[in-house]
T-cell receptor, first 112, second 114 residues
Framework: EAEVAQSPRYKITEKSQAVAFWCDPI?????LYWYRQILGQGPELLVQ????????DSQLPKDRFSAERLKGVDSTLKIQPAELGDSAMYLC??????????FGPGTRLLVL | DQQVKQNSPSLSVQEGRISILNCDYT??????FLWYKKYPAEGPTFLIS?????DKNEDGRFTVFLNKSAKHLSLHIVPSQPGDSAVYFC?????????????FGKGTRLSVIA
């Protein structure tokens, strides 16, 4: 069964450092999403891609966060510099256009 | 302002009995609803979905009911099993507006007691 891959699974960093997360969606899925889940809350969208284009990044803190999907397949989410409040689970999901979203295992980030 | 609300943070049910998880929404533009199950340190796993043109969808032990007039949906699990113990998220989207992202509730932690 095809799955969304994410790495790393866990990341501990100090504040002001840079971190990067990687996502490989299910093959053939043109739409890719990055969500952030804070403990005790539901996931919230950070950025949505359709192929290599950003569809929605209205909730992405652009002063420190960036995301790219250069070839329309895998994607990277970067935070620079990391802040204490960035500690959360970062989830990647993919779907066909208009289809059900399938999530990867997530990257748990801890900023010290 | 939360558009998707799960007002019960937790629920305990005995093995073999029915689990009912509830979800309310405020955005009348939502037309597609999903339930995800999440174990600790893992990503959400898709369980079941329902379109606004239906009022019920069933898949094995899982049934989702949608009441559009009340803006309410529920997930029924019958019979409940210990392996069902997880956090359940209700999510909604406006598919008629294109490929829109999901809006999630805060989740309900289900504990199935053997």
């Amino acid at each position: 069964e095809a799955e969304v891959a994410q790495s790393p699974r866990y990341k501990i960093t100090e504040k002001s450092q840079a971190v990067a997360f990687w996502c490989d969606p299910i093959s053939g899925h043109a739409t890719l999403y990055w969500y952030r889940q804070i403990l005790g809350q539901g996931p919230e969208l950070l950025v949505q891609f359709q192929d290599e284009s950003v569809v929605d990044d209205s909730q992405l803190p652009k002063d420190r966060f960036s995301a790219e999907r250069l070839k329309g397949v895998d994607s990277t989410l970067k935070i620079q510099p990391a802040e204490l409040g960035d500690s959360a689970m970062y989830l990647c999901a993919s779907s066909h256009l208009g289809g059900t979203q399938y999530f990867g295992p997530g990257t748990r980030l801890l900023v010290l | 302002d939360q558009q998707v609300k799960q007002n019960s943070p937790s629920l305990s049910v005995q093995e073999g009995r029915i689990s009912i998880l509830n979800c309310d929404y405020t955005n009348s533009m939502f037309d597609y609803f999903l339930w995800y199950k999440k174990y600790p340190a893992e990503g959400p796993t898709f369980l079941i979905s329902i379109s606004s043109i239906k009022d019920k969808n069933e898949d094995g032990r899982f049934t989702v009911f949608l009441n559009k007039s009340a803006k309410h949906l529920s997930l029924h699990i019958v019979p409940s099993q210990p392996g069902d113990s997880a956090v359940y998220f209700c999510a909604a989207s406006e598919t008629n507006s294109g490929n829109t992202p999901l809006v999630f509730g805060k989740g309900t932690r289900l504990s199935v007691i053997a």
